[in-house]
């Protein structure tokens, strides 16, 4: 397994009144990856960046961006982000109809294809489209409900992380396992020791208030050392 943990912070979490300051912030603490939550507002009750924001940023930045369609209408999503320019996209096997179909536009469009799961959706899913993919993020919170303090990750997430890490490695190592949902300075060790080697962070994590963008991100890489450290499936 690579043994690489990307850090992909939210900038939903950013100060999204000064985005291009927000976004050169993180670029100057050598983080390269932005994870970019596009939401229709329907599949769940919030809609952080329209599409003419992203198109500015892109405009702004040369940071790869990873895009996180929650949305039920993926084709169109897909379709606009693609138009942007994006290094990564993401959609939800739960929406989507014709999975292979989204997939291979992404791939033709020489972008990284992802599919993100539900907490509570089966990894079987996966089944027969896992070797044409680059990653899996697994929500480990009900996606776009972060706002609610009250939403706790769900107490099968390293199970989860686990069993699908022992699938990547039986099928295409190379995919990476991505996690999203209250990643925590608490709980990042243990969620890279079940195998999750890219981690999407937010308020718990790299913008925890009172500390600099510096010092959590150190904290993070520390956790991440402890969880490598601890990892359960070592090739």
Sequence with gaps: MNRKVQLSPSIMCADLVNLENSMQELAETGIDTLHIDVI???????????????????AVSEMNF???????????????ILKI????????????LHVDRYIQMIKQADTK??????????????????????????????PGFATNKNEKQVPYAEKKISDLRQMIMAVKPEVELQVDGRVSLDNIA????????????????LFVKGNSLVENKTSIEKAVLEGLGEMQHVV
């Design 190 to 205: 243990k969620l890279v020791g079940a195998g999750a080697n890219n981690l999407v962070l937010g308020s718990t994590s």
């Design 40 to 58: 229709d507002g329907s599949f769940s009750p919030s809609m952080p960046l329209g599409l003419d924001t992203i198109k500015r940023m892109r």
């Design 113 to 142: 294809v992802g599919i993100a799961l539900n907490p509570a959706t089966s990894l079987s899913v996966l089944d027969y489209v896992l070797p044409e993919i680059d990653l899996v993020c697994l929500m480990l919170i009900n």
């Design 66 to 80: 990873d895009v996180h369609i929650m949305s039920n209408d993926n084709e169109y999503f897909i379709q606009e």
């Design 85 to 96: 320019g994006v290094e990564s996209i993401t959609f939800h096997h739960e929406t989507s």
